[in-house]
DNA sequence: CCGCATAAGTTAGAGCGTCTAACATATATA
DNA sequence: TATATATGTTAGACGCTCTAACTTATGCGG
């Protein structure tokens, strides 16, 4: 059979990858119809099985959930990494290059954004997710590390990482909502980025 | 009957007023069990009617939702005109306050802040909700404007007033999440919200 | 290469939730 | 007082999640 087209659908009994189908269709289906209009019996209507299938694979629907918004996580974390790796090491550049990639991935992939993020914690709950949540902010804290040329990750580091986190954070849900990013008017983003990595990285420590 | 308290549950045939009793039902449970688990039959349950009977005052589960997050961006325009009414016209303190008040509220009323601004525009689309939140902004705007000495909505005010909005919606979401709130350390808040409203106010226009 | 354990599907159905239709009762007004 | 309307009720269709019991494919030891 052909290979090189990952397929959704199954060819006979058996589907091959149905663990990768599901969460592709998973994917695919809180992108279009999102988060909160998600069904499993959909997702199974999609990837061609039974809407019993998916419980060989996954405990229940929020299991199913996690899995994809991992994948989505690590998806997030790579991009952020490749975008700062050709800026020269500790600039303030290459803060605003992650947060611009963050920026990015939550507007083309805004449901696995509000799945991470949108506060359904309490729902999403699961300490993988957690963890992945950790390592991506993991790569701020080493790059502001790094900028104001220090070792480790110092209680001012942690502050002035979660200062530039809180703004990019905020700007992507106003700027992933068109009706909300409409009530900004023109901003010049790059320009905001890079100022704002600067001042905060550049300031005496609160 | 006893009218001093609200009721929730009814006498007789008739409740009284039903539509106030469902939103109320809906705000609690919202809080307690989280936006996506809500159900509509639950809020009847507490109400003490049968699962019917909120047809008759909104279209549908949307619609009760929809409702129930108006009320409670009423609450935090009034709690944030009531914040910087006491304090100088035209100096940032007003600026900080609003943003005081914003993250105040999202913390308290978590459930309503994710219903509003969780991105699911798309879901609890409707031009009452987001003329509640149009005339929210306003205030600050206005407020903007006042510190800049500037008698109407600039685009300059527009953008000073996006830029400091994104900041202080970043760190609602943040701070009113446990885990993530965890990820900052200690943060000093006032002071925060107050150096950022003198930077942004102050700066040469972007 | 066969037989069998197990992995990975299937169908059937319980149980809950949304919402509609048809009916019932209270309230308000002519 | 009669009646129209607003506001409740019950019954039930339909979709969704998830489990139980059954079926089919796969892979591995002899």
Redesign the interface.
């Known amino acids: 059979m052909n290979v090189r087209e990952k397929k959704l659908a199954k060819d006979g009994y058996h589907h091959g990858d149905l663990r990768a189908g599901l969460i592709e269709a998973t994917r695919r289906l809180v992108e279009e119809k ?1 988060p ?2 998600f069904s499993v019996s959909e997702a199974c209507r999609l990837a061609g099985v039974s809407t019993a299938a998916p419980y060989k694979h996954f405990k229940d629907k929020n299991d199913m959930l996690v899995a994809m918004v991992i994948d989505g996580m690590d998806r997030l974390r790579g991009n952020m990494i490749a975008a700062c790796a050709p800026l020269p090491p500790g600039s303030p550049d290459r803060v605003s290059a992650l947060g611009r990639e963050y920026i990015d991935f939550a507007i083309r992939e ?1 449901g696995v ?2 799945l991470k ?7 999403l709950d699961d300490p993988r997710l ?1 963890a992945a ?2 390592e991506t ?1 993991g790569v701020v804290l080493e790059e502001v590390a790094a900028c104001l040329g220090v070792r480790d990750v110092t ?1 001012d580091v ?2 002035r ?3 530039l ?10 700027l ?2 068109p ?2 990013s409409a ?6 983003l790059d ?2 980025l890079a ?1 704002l990595a600067v ?1 905060v990285l550049s300031d005496a420590p ?1």
């Open positions: 999102g909160e209009k805004h954004f509000r993020f949108g506060g359904f914690t309490d729902e957690e949540g950790d902010f209680a942690r502050r990482g979660f200062i986190w809180s703004f990019v954070h905020g700007l992507s849900f106003l992933a909502d009706k909300l009530m900004g008017g023109d901003v010049d320009a905001l100022e001042r609160g």
